[in-house]
């Protein structure tokens, strides 16, 4: 697991650095994750990037943290904005969200509030993997 050894002082300089991932969720479909992490202190990083998908896009900042003593277990806490495009998976096309997500080992969730009149709050639900 890559948090497997984030603690420790032989975690690759790419993984303390980056943030990286793979996911499939809504509204963004198949997506990628790319990003820089600023590691802080005890497990804990700063991290900000994008994430881009098959349905739309995300830019992202928030933190990432190591949750247990061992290292064996992750997870983040993200502001974002969502622009999503044609057909996006639960939300509405053509339309820019901003809110929060939260991230726990392969698990993420998060509550988006559209931009404008006419659109409601929607939920992103995704599973995959990213650190």
Known sequence: ?????????DMPLVL???TLGVWAQAPLGLSARLGVALPYKNGL???????FGSK???QFV?????FTPSGYGWGTFELARW???QEPLL?????????GEAQIAFLRAGLMFPQGAFHHPKLTLGIGVSY
Do not use: C, F, N, P
């Not at 990083?45 to 994430?51: D, H």
């Not at 939300?91 to 809110?99: K, L, N, R």
């Open 45 to 51: 990083s700063w991290v900000a990037g994008g994430e």
């Open 1 to 9: 697991m890559l948090a497997g050894h984030a603690i420790g002082a």
């Open 91 to 99: 939300s509405d096309a053509h339309t820019t969200y901003y809110g």
């Open 56 to 58: 739309g896009s995300k």
């Open 16 to 18: 303390q650095y980056s």
């Open 83 to 85: 622009q999503t495009r």
């Open 62 to 66: 928030g933190w990432r943290s190591d």
